[in-house]
């Protein structure tokens, strides 16, 4: 239990590439967006002010996103929207804008920064503050290059070495997450806590939309996410072409419900032209988070064929809304997935291993009514409330550090 003296009352958090007014599932905003903004307003439910700040594309403006939880998107370096790599160079830049900006706002009991280039403007702000630093990498460039084999650059491995070592405290979504932080970056397992993400049980929730039923091999699949490599649709549609070639007594359908973001090597609308399955796939960009639950209470499952997946927060809200999960067997998504009880985790990302699992699930409606029952009573216990406070928790851990630290140094002195 942390003591009341420790327990902060005003919270910067720094999320410079992403706003969480931007709306999930185009460019660069994903579950990262969703974290950030439902832990703000959740800490603001329990009586803590957030100021998020962001790198604004245009004008300098400060956007009220509920009371207590206030957006400033400051302007700083080149104008326009830079990519992640370009703001990479100008960090410095992007701190001492921040600095400026809020050298006019109430000062803050912590820090907490999402993402790699987030982290190291923390640090800027943490030496210019005097408060501590609770970082989040939400996902890790040597975990994507291991699971996903991509090129991820120095600057961002480097970057993230330091912050390892770094940040006051560390928080992982998951007890899996804890480990690769350890092993691979060298964190102390000390300065490290397990924040769950959660869930917003008021928007996704089963509801009143009735599951088709008496409907014999037919399985209506949905994937909403950005479309890139990295969230695998294209294992989806692959596995698709198979059942349509292998089991054409099954009727597998695919809702892909998202945009193009990052490097444009994946155009999944020529791939499904390629393996011939226009006829089985629909496209719709990405919705509000009502109209999102509504699509997932209509589907018979909502697959996240991810090859990294820090956590996979559209899993947990899919089963929110009583709808099972086919995932990856990847990163927390064995957290956010109970294998065999709220869905199904698939090793690795051939498509015959997923045509098999949607085969299995397109055959057995009874096996997904188990499932998807599961699924929301599992989910049920996940609302962002839990999180805020495993968030508060952490923060009191690194004030107290800090408190203890000081102390210490003005006693030697």
């Given amino acids: 239990m942390s003591d009341s003296s420790t327990l902060p009352t005003r919270i910067a958090m720094i999320s410079l590439h992403t706003s969480p007014l931007d709306q999930p599932g185009a460019g660069d905003a994903g579950g990262m967006n969703v974290y950030i903004r439902h832990l703000a307003l959740a800490l603001a439910e329990r009586g803590v002010c957030v100021d998020v700040f962001v790198r604004a594309a245009g004008d300098t403006r400060a956007v009220e996103m509920a009371p207590g939880v206030t957006c400033h998107e400051v302007r700083s370096g080149p104008a326009g929207k830079l990519g992640k790599e370009e703001l990479a160079d100008h960090l410095d830049e992007v701190a001492l804008a921040i600095r400026r900006y809020a050298a006019g706002l109430a000062p803050y009991d912590a820090i907490h920064s999402h993402y790699w280039l987030s982290g190291i403007v923390g640090l800027h702000l943490r030496a210019a503050w005097q408060v501590p630093l609770v970082h989040t990498m939400h996902t890790m460039g040597k975990v994507k290059k291991l699971s996903a084999h991509t090129e991820e650059s120095g600057a961002r491995i480097r970057g993230e070495m330091l912050l390892a070592k770094q940040a006051d405290r560390l928080t992982a979504n998951t007890p899996a997450e804890v480990e690769e932080l350890v092993h691979l970056y060298g964190a102390d397992a000390a300065a490290l806590d397990v924040v769950e993400p959660g869930v917003d049980l008021g928007v996704f929730s089963p509801g009143v939309c009735a599951k088709r039923e008496g409907v014999p091999n037919s399985l209506r699949v949905v994937f909403a996410g950005r479309i890139q490599k990295l969230k695998g649709p294209q294992i989806l549609v692959r596995a698709l072409a198979i059942l349509a070639r292998e089991r054409p007594e099954l009727d597998v359908k695919l809702s892909v419900i998202g945009a193009r973001s990052g490097s444009k090597e994946l155009n999944l609308q020529k791939l499904v032209e390629e393996e011939s399955v226009e006829h089985l796939v629909r496209f719709s960009l990405p919705m509000p988070a009502a109209h999102l639950a509504r699509a997932f209470r209509l589907a018979d499952v909502v697959a996240v064929p991810s090859y990294s997946e820090s956590f996979g927060l559209v899993a947990l809200e899919a089963q929110a809304c009583g709808t099972p999960v086919l ?48 699924a929301a009573e599992f989910a049920a216990g996940h609302g962002w409330e839990q999180t805020a406070v495993a968030a508060l928790s952490s923060y009191a851990g690194a004030i107290l550090r800090k408190t203890t630290r000081g102390a210490g140094a003005s006693h030697a002195g």
């Fill in 327 to 374: 995932a990856s067997r990847v990163g927390g998504l064995p957290y956010a997935v109970q294998d065999g009880q709220t869905g199904i985790l698939v090793d690795g990302s051939e498509p015959a291993a997923w045509a098999v699992a949607l085969a299995k699930l397109a055959a057995d409606e009874p096996l997904r009514r188990i499932l998807g029952r599961q």
